[in-house]
């Protein structure tokens, strides 16, 4: 059971935005940075977004993160086909002094 | 920069097992590396980091005294470890890197994935 909780799914149209959500606590994402991973089909993840809303070298800017008090939410605006992924949030919990994951969103481009 | 995982093992029910997990194109001693699970058609879960410059290591209590973390830096590898293994243990196991010195950092290298399956 994780502390991080995510809808199991999410959808859109080609061209649509998308937001995922990430709900927590205090002692996770109201007090540590927050991160989020892309895992394409039959691969190893990827880091989407660290540090809340920092992207890596050769994420789009279509991908965004934000923080607000205990949720976090990442959001992808013209959607495209190779979009199509699960989706994890991801931060340090400092009660359980460990790292923990949501518990993952699958997004389909209708 | 990369992590390159050993390759998929098989299982008997009560075995013993070692993967390891290869960095290179980078200090390796100054980077956390991570292991997590990915059970079939489920999620991520952390199971524990290794510093391996000091071998300073940390354990999700889910998988405290199930499994051993270890590295040796003089090659760049670290190790995921069971002394016995069930067949809940079947998953693909990925090693991962910390984007900082920092503990609590993201992981922004992660390894290929080592799938293990346990069966009788």
């Known amino acids: 059971q994780s502390v991080l909780t995510q809808p199991p799914s999410a959808s859109g149209t080609p061209g649509q935005r998308v937001t995922i959500s990430c709900s927590g606590s205090?002692?996770?994402?109201?007090?540590?940075?927050v991160y989020w991973y892309q895992q394409l089909p039959g691969t190893a993840p990827k880091l989407l977004m660290y540090?809340?809303?920092q992207r890596p070298s050769g994420v789009p800017d279509r991908f965004s993160g934000s923080r607000s008090g205990t949720s976090a939410s990442l959001a992808i605006s013209g959607l495209r086909s190779e979009d199509e992924a699960d989706y994890y949030c991801?931060?340090?919990?400092?009660?359980?002094?460990?790292?923990?994951f949501g518990t993952g969103t699958k997004v389909t481009v209708l | 920069v990369q992590l390159v995982q050993s390759g998929a093992e098989v299982r008997n029910p009560g075995e013993s097992l070692k993967i390891s997990c290869k960095g290179s194109?980078?200090?390796?001693?100054?980077?956390?590396i991570g292991w997590v699970r990915q059970m079939p058609g489920r999620g991520l879960e952390w199971m524990g980091i290794?510093?391996?410059?000091?071998?300073?290591?940390r354990y999700s209590p889910s998988f405290q005294g199930q499994v051993t973390i270890s590295a040796d830096k003089s090659i760049s590898t670290a190790y995921l470890q069971w002394s016995s293994l069930k067949a809940s243990d079947t998953a693909m196991y990925y090693c991962?890197?910390?984007?900082?010195?920092?503990?609590?950092?993201?992981?922004?290298?992660w390894g290929q994935g080592t799938m293990v399956t346990v069966s009788s």
């Open positions: 991962v890197k910390g984007y900082s010195g920092s503990l609590n950092d993201a992981f922004d290298i």
């Open positions: 194109e980078y200090k390796f001693a100054s980077y956390w």
């Open positions: 290794i510093y391996p410059g000091d071998s300073d290591t």
């Open positions: 205090s002692s996770n994402i109201g007090s540590k940075y």
């Open positions: 540090r809340n809303n």
């Open positions: 991801a931060t340090w919990d400092a009660t359980l002094s460990g790292y923990v």
